[in-house]
């Protein structure tokens, strides 16, 4: 048996969002029946390099009704109907200082995806690239339960790599014609619309510009709230990315508190998500939060209650969803021959 090594370009190659969206699905949806194993996330931390490691194994076993209990309008094609289980692990890091004193990348992730049968190593990937698509993966998932069924508008805040993966997964699920993005740099946000202005309208804009879309995605890693409820239309719906630390807060508590709350983990979320700075505060409670994805994934919680309502979903990122990505990655890269196969395991030695 061989292992499949896969760089960036063969997880961009594989790892095709419709069916990406499928299986992130799946993930919350074995994750809130309890068929998931997840321990917390761990820190090495390392001051003297101004950086941490972090872990993040997950087993999960996929029931075929998993993602069957909402579509909503998805345009999107369906994945392999069939129960799935699968293991692995990403091992991620946050290092700031790198693009500037190594020529490196500030997060630099690789996941191991192994067989949960007998732990052989099916596949070494690229962890960074999984990251990005997974999580606008998760923000495709809350955006079909909980946005407008006929969202065509999606705003964005923040103009980096994840804005990208937003609008791909985004439009996946909603008939997305026009998008607004928010930046302070001017570069950045030409590049976006230059990205994507023979798919989409595309264009500048502010704040409230952005948050005035059905659909508003907020990708920045600001510590003082910079969406406050004025700038957001009466039943905009906020996928909070920007979040994954303590202290990071991109909407303002008025803003939580009004709003339909949907979380990813409930630990995660008060720990480091976009909850976490009012949680800790007692300005929003248990009480303020309407219920975790993978409720409204199975269908024992509704996701938008009112056309009017604001729904904001909580995204931390979870293990599972690295699991879920990199089984479609594997799964696609098996078919097509991708990446580079070598013997890692000697399977003669007992």
């Not at 957001?232 to 909407?251: F, R, S």
Request: glycine share 8%; net charge negative; charged share 25%.
């Amino acid at each position: 048996m061989n292992t499949i090594l896969l760089d960036s370009d063969d997880v961009d190659e594989n790892i095709r969002m419709g069916a990406l969206i499928d299986a992130v699905e799946q993930a919350f949806g074995a994750f809130e029946r309890g068929d998931t194993q997840m321990p917390a996330k761990s820190y090495i931390d390392l001051p003297q390099y101004n950086g941490d490691f972090r872990s993040m194994p997950a087993y999960l076993s996929v029931r075929e009704s998993d993602a069957s209990s909402s579509r909503s309008g998805s345009q999107r094609d369906a994945d392999d109907a069939g129960g799935w289980d699968a293991a692995g692990l990403k091992w991620v890091n946050v290092h700031p200082d790198n693009p500037t004193d190594h020529d490196l990348p500030t997060v630099l992730g690789t996941m191991i995806y192994s067989d949960p049968e007998t732990a052989f190593p099916l596949a070494i990937m690229d962890g960074t690239t999984l990251t990005m698509k997974r999580t606008g993966a998760a923000a495709a998932v809350a955006t079909d339960h909980l946005a407008v069924s006929d969202a065509t508008s999606l705003g964005l805040v923040g103009a980096g790599v994840q804005s990208y993966t937003q609008l791909d997964a985004i439009s996946e699920v909603r008939p997305i014609e026009e998008v607004v993005v928010s930046d302070l740099d001017d570069e950045r946000v030409q590049r976006f619309i230059d990205a994507y202005d023979d798919e989409f309208t595309v264009r500048a804009g502010s704040i409230s510009e952005a948050g005035h879309c059905d659909v508003l995605s907020t990708v920045t890693p600001v510590r003082d709230p910079v969406v406050t409820p004025e700038d957001v239309g009466e039943h905009t719906h906020i996928n909070a990315i920007g979040a994954d630390a303590e202290g990071k807060h991109e909407l303002a508590d008025e803003l939580l508190q009004a709003a339909t709350v949907v979380i990813d983990d409930h630990e995660q979320c008060t720990h480091s998500g976009e909850i976490n700075v009012p949680y800790t505060d007692g300005t929003l409670t248990d009480a303020d939060i309407h219920a975790e994805l993978g409720e409204l994934v199975i269908g024992t919680t509704d996701g938008r209650t009112a056309e009017t309502d604001v729904t904001v979903f909580d995204s931390t990122g979870l293990a599972i969803q690295d699991v879920a990505a990199a089984h479609v990655v594997y799964e696609n890269a098996s078919e097509s021959d991708s990446g580079s196969r070598f013997g890692l395991i000697d399977t003669d030695v007992q």
